[in-house]
Nanobody
Framework: VQLQASGGGLVQAGDSLTLTCVVS????????LAWFCQAAGKEHEFVAA????????AYADSVQGRFIISKDNAKNTVYLQMNSLKSEDTAVYYC????????????????WGLGTLVTVSS
């Protein structure tokens, strides 16, 4: 299984951006999919997760109400819609898969994709 994240870029504070993660190789099965972010010099932080059905979601407090995670099972794709972006959202964003929902610790994720950089200028 491979995860490929894309959609990062340079935006201004208050703007919106949508990240995409495509799952390829084989079906992700019942694994939950999540987004983590890693700012410069910091550890990976949990951002949001979605159950394999796409019907349940979870968010970090810092993005609750601003970000929306969704899943298109037909396209094997998970999205992260990022609204009202802040400078502190600047980070490399990764998608990952885990058999656990909700897993908020990066060690609970066994499948990772390469990251996509989001830079928010103030």
């Amino acid at each position: 299984v491979q995860l490929q994240a894309s959609g990062g870029g340079l935006v201004q504070a208050g703007d919106s951006l949508t990240l995409t993660c495509v799952v390829s190789g084989r079906t992700i099965g019942t694994y939950a999919l999540a987004w983590f972010c890693q700012a410069a010099g910091k550890e990976h932080e949990f951002v949001a997760a979605v159950r394999y059905t796409g019907r349940s979601t979870a968010y970090a407090d810092s993005v609750q109400g601003r970000f929306i995670i969704s899943k298109d099972n037909a396209k094997n794709t998970v999205y992260l819609q990022m609204n009202s972006l802040k400078s502190e959202d600047t980070a490399v964003y990764y998608c990952a898969a885990s058999p656990i929902f909700v897993a908020r610790n990066r060690n609970q994720y066994s499948i990772w994709g390469l990251g996509t950089l989001v830079t928010v200028s103030s």
